[in-house]
Each structure stands twice: as C-alpha cells, then as structure tokens.
C-alpha cells in the first residue's frame, strides 16, 4: 500500500502545542497578521493568478509536505524550468508539521513558504490569522473548480487550495456479501444489520463490519459519517453540540455502533485497532463491509501485491442512511496553503497554482509513493473518462454530497474533541456507559473547550 493510501489520519496536537497556538492566536492582531509578517497582503499589480511568469526568476520555495507529497524531481524540474523558481522540497510527519508550524508562528517566522494544511487544522490556523488568504492569489475559477475547497474557508476567506480529495464513503466485497446470498450494499442502517447478521448466520464471516473502536482519530470519523448520512450535523451553526438529544442523529449514531459491537458484528479486536489496521482487515478478507473510510484504499484493495481480496468483486457505495436516501458525507482533503511570514508571496502561489494543473495532479495520483486522488472536478472526470479511476462512476455519483464537516472550519479546539469522542465511543461500545450519559457528557466538555478557546 502506498503512502498516501497507508497514512493513519490521527490527531496531530499534542496538548502543549494546542496551549501554545492558544497562546499565539491571542497574540495576533485582530486583522490577522500572524504576528505582524512583513509579506504582501495582496499581489503587486503585475501579478496575474494562474499565470506561470519568470517575475520572480532566481528565487527558491521552501514546501514542507507529509511523504504523500514528495513530488518527483523531474516533475518539480518541469516548475523550475517555466518560472525560474527553484524547489526545496522537504518531506517531515504529517504531525510534526503541525508542531513545526505551531512552533514557527509562535516564534514569528515562517515554517516554509508552501506547507501542509490538513482540513483539521483550518480552524485552528485561521484563528492564528497565520496564512495568507488566497483568494487574489489563485483564479477564482480554480477555488471554484474543487468540490473539497469550502473545508480550508475560513470567514471567506481561502487560507489553503486542497491537492488532494479525501472524503467517507463505504467499501464492500460484493464477493463476500454474495456468498450469503445479498446482491447489493447496504443503503439502510437497518439493512446494514440485517446484511451483516445474514452473512455471520450463513457462516460466511463470524464479524463482518470493520469500524475501528481505540482512542484515535479513525474511531471519531465514522461517527461523523454516520451522522451526516442521516442528515444531521456534529455541532450547530453556533458550534453548540447538536447531538445532546435522543432522537438526535448523533445519538443514532452511537446506538448503530454499539447495537453493532454488542451482536458480535464487529470484531471485538477493533477496541485496539486503528482505521489503517482495520483497513488491513479488508484486505485480508477479514471483514466484508468497511463502513467509513477513503475511496484511495480501493487501489490497494484491488491490487495482489497488497490485498488477498484483490481478484473479489470491491465495491465503492455512499455510507448508508437512515431512510434509505443518503444525505451527504463529508471531505477530509489536505491543502497547500502560504504562511504569512513566507517572503516569497508571489513564487509560492504559482507553485501552488502549478501543482493544480493537470499534469502534476495526475503525477501526483500516479506516483507510487504519493497517491492523491485530484481534488478538482475536472481532473477526476478526466481520470474517469480514461478508466483511470477506481470505481469512478461511484466516485463522480457521491461526490455532489461531500461538504465540509464544520461549516468555517475544525474549531480551534478540535484535537481535544475528537478525542473525546474517540474516547467516548469506546466506553459505550464496551458497555461501560450508557448513550445518553455520554453524549451528555461529550457536551458538557464540548461546552467547556468552546468557552475555553
């Protein structure tokens, strides 16, 4: 399995480094500045958006990336060749990017000139007033083009340009769900149960639904999932918990999870497991239905060298809802964003304009080591009109349902909430609370971070 296709999307805040970008947030100005950087607000009149020129021959980028950045030298060549720019490239921990970014603003220098910007960290990093807004650096067409771009908006304003497309969806081996005589996925949470109860009685798989249970972000994940496929939503436009009631989607949710542990319909291992490990559970043919995770693990489902289930029938289907008609689903897409202590303004937004042209988006998609699914419209329809894209009907079918999880952005104080629902899931899972207490209880400390941030 590759490394875009491999990486575990877990927490990447550590609470020492929430406390400091707490502290530097409050420390910047109420126009956002990021600690008062001396850059260019806004393009110089002689720069045009999505025009590669020679204006700023001679210089050299810094771009700090996670591994499933590592564009290939010739390809960052190809940029240098049109621009005269020249590329550091420097690939580090998709966490200890976080940290190095907190760390740097709060020193009141730049990181690098492109980073890494996860949709988790939007929130946090708008707060900071640390990147510079895109909007007149980039083609609005371009902003426009990308289903996943609102999840890095924050107040209007595009603090990162998405390269690759993330988003929850369910994977099913049609070849195991046939053998218990089901010809279809799942569109129902009541015929998920069903399915999963008739391929355990049929002796086909004794737990056949994969969701991960231990304390990590990939636990947290589906129960977003699940919340949004029943057409609610984790917090109110207020950033008010919207799952205190009993009847509320969130509390579905949760009762689906645990009915599902309770029955033996989920390995009882998953307690341990993380989204990647249960990821390795399909494809060794150990579970059939994955309920929530990217459609970039299809590759390695469908490929020998890294699945046994390689030569099964693997199916991509929305994430099935509570009446039958799924609502929508949600984007966990990485950007490129410009810090605004970065000198190098100009230089750094043809890069990331660069990067979203089509022939680096298929690079990037095609790379072994780098594997992003393209994160505009037309590049995907482009890879699905060549039968270059796994499952591409059902890609292109569910992405008009993909928009952002928390309308402006993660809250500053996302880490510590995801952990807590992780945490959460798993005491209700194993019995040692009840639904309403610990939604009760998740509210109670999702108020408390909101009034502390």
């Known amino acids: 399995m590759n490394a875009g296709q491999a990486r575990n999307r877990r927490l990447a805040a550590t609470a020492a480094a929430v406390a400091l970008l707490a502290g530097a947030a409050a420390c910047s100005s109420s126009g956002g500045s990021g600690g008062g950087g001396t850059a260019a607000a806004s393009p110089s009149a002689g720069f045009k958006p999505g025009v590669l020129s020679r204006a700023d021959a001679g210089q050299t980028i810094s771009v700090l990336l996670p591994p ?12 240098t060749a049109a621009t005269g720019i020249k590329v550091n490239l420097e690939q580090m921990a998709w966490d200890s990017i ?3 970014v907190v760390s740097a603003e709060a020193a009141g220098v730049a990181p690098a000139d492109v980073t890494e910007v996860d949709w988790s960290w939007v929130g946090q ?44 969806s369910t994977i099913v081996n049609m070849t195991l769900l046939k053998k218990a005589g089901i010809t279809s996925p799942p569109t129902t949470w009541a015929q998920l149960l069903t399915d999963a109860q008739q391929i355990k009685a049929r002796g086909v798989l004794a737990s056949p639904v994969g969701v991960p249970l231990s304390v990590t972000e990939g636990t947290s994940t589906p129960w977003y999932a699940l919340i949004k496929s029943a057409g609610g939503s984790v917090l109110d436009s207020s950033g008010n918990p919207a799952f205190s009631s009993s009847t509320s989607a969130g509390a579905q949710a ?3 999870e645990a009915t599902l542990y309770k029955d033996g319909l989920i390995p009882q291992g998953e307690i341990s497991l993380t989204d990647q490990q249960t990821s390795n559970l399909f494809a060794a043919g150990q579970i059939a239905i994955e309920l929530s995770y990217s459609p970039s693990a299809l590759s390695a489902y469908t490929t020998p060298a890294t699945s046994k289930v390689a030569k099964d029938d693997i199916v991509l289907a929305p994430i099935p809802g509570t009446d039958g008609t799924t609502t929508g689903t949600f984007g966990l897409p990485e950007g490129l964003g410009i810090p605004k202590q970065s000198t190098h303004q100009a230089a750094a937004a043809m890069f990331i304009d660069w990067w979203e042209q089509l022939p680096q988006l298929l690079a990037s998609y095609n790379n072994p080591n780098m594997g992003n699914v393209p994160p505009l419209t037309s590049a995907l329809s482009y890879l699905n009109s060549h039968n270059d894209l796994i499952d591409g009907s059902a890609v292109m079918a569910i992405l008009p349902s993909v928009s952002p999880l928390f309308t402006g952005g993660a809250p500053t104080w996302y880490p510590q909430f995801s952990t807590d629902v992780a945490t959460m899931i798993q005491n209700v899972v194993e019995g040692k609370s009840s639904v309403s207490a610990a939604l009760s209880q998740l509210a109670s400390e999702t108020q408390s971070l909101k009034a502390q941030s």
């Open 125 to 168: 990093f708008g707060a900071a007033g640390w990147y510079t807004p895109l909007n007149k650096w980039l083609p609005a067409s371009l902003i426009g083009g990308s289903p996943v771009a609102a999840n890095f908006s924050v107040s209007g304003q595009q603090i990162a340009m998405p390269y690759n497309i993330d988003f929850r």
């Open 98 to 100: 976080h940290d190095k």
């Open 68 to 79: 499933w950045g590592d564009m290939a030298q010739p390809q960052l060549a190809k940029f």
């Open 254 to 256: 949760l009762q689906l």
